[in-house]
Structures are given as C-alpha cells and as structure tokens.
C-alpha cells in the first residue's frame, strides 16, 4: 500500500460547519506534540508569522466519521481542523503525545487524515515528498509518527478535513 493512496469511507457526504460550532485557536508554534523543521527557518517563521494558526473543533465529527472509527479503532478521538485562506502548517512529524498520555499508549497510533469536501482550488498537503491530489469527501491518508508532512490553503475557500488518531483493532 502506497503511503499517498487514497482510501473511501462508505458514505460520506460534503461536509457542511455547524452553526453552534465553537473553534479553538490551535498555533502549531505553541504545539509540543509535533516536530516541526529546525533551523533558521523555523525562527524565522515563528518570530514574524502568525499564518500557521488554524482552528479546531472537538467532539462534532460528522456521524459517517464517528461510525467509521468505531468500527476501525479501539481506541481514538477526533478533531476536525479548519485552514483558513493564507494558512499552512510546515513540515512535520506527528507525535501523539497526548493521545499516548491518554490511553497509555506507547506503540501503533495512527492518524487517519480524512478529507470533508472535495478539494477546491489552492487545498494542498504534501506527505513524504507526494502531493495528495484531487481527493473527494470522505476520503483519507493513513498518516504515522514517521511521516513528514505539510499542509496549506492557498485558496479562497476554508479547507475542512477530520483527523481521527487511534490505535486500530
């Protein structure tokens, strides 16, 4: 299995912001679970920028979601993260502090990146050097602790997608 192969949820449908939604503000520079690049880079990026900003809403993944990681995990949770026009997330490794604090767990978590609207004009993510193109709702990467990856919304349009980590049955 390709590591940039795309994978379906059975009915998915586009995903559509809740009115009542309360975002948090999530500032990857602020993160101590990820790994980001070092170096001149990231210093400059993070004493002048404020665009690696996006927005996170807990416990409101769509019902097809919640169904989905019930029947593939035995332990998760879910955050759906919403990238504003403008916004990117350098490259970096996931590192799960928090959900392996949570449950325990020392090996085996996975992130499923699960996409909730078909890519629009300007939506990327790179992971390992290949970029996920062309991706429908309801579609996922399986992303690990080993994996490089970025993101960014080049677009006019929020970019919407789900990130379910877990350990799997």
């Known amino acids: 299995m390709s590591i940039t192969e795309l994978h379906k949820i059975p009915d998915a449908t586009e995903y559509q912001e809740p009115k009542d939604a309360e975002w948090k503000i999530f500032n990857s520079k ?3 679970s990820t790994d ?6 990231r210093n400059h990026l993070y004493e002048s920028l404020d665009n690696s900003s996006h927005l996170q809403l807990y416990d409101m993944c769509p019902y097809y979601i919640t169904k989905f990681a019930q029947e ?3 332990h998760w949770n ?6 504003m026009p403008g916004c990117f997330l350098p490259s970096h490794q996931d590192k799960y502090r928090y959900f392996k ?3 325990g767990a020392k090996h085996d978590v996975v992130r499923f990146n699960i996409f909730l609207q078909s890519r629009q004009h300007g939506h990327f993510l790179d992971v ?5 193109a ?3 709702a309801g579609q996922y990467v399986i992303l690990n602790s080993n994996l490089w990856h970025c993101s960014s919304n080049a677009g006019i349009e ?8 877990g350990i799997l049955n």
Do not use: H, R
């Open 30 to 32: 602020d993160e101590d």
């Open 36 to 41: 980001f690049l070092q170096g001149e880079f």
């Open 72 to 74: 593939k995990f035995k």
């Open 78 to 83: 879910s955050v759906i993260t919403k990238q």
């Open 101 to 103: 604090e949570k449950y």
């Open 128 to 132: 390992d050097g290949k970029n996920i």
């Open 134 to 136: 062309d991706w429908k």
């Open 158 to 165: 929020p970019k919407y997608t789900c990130q379910v980590t």
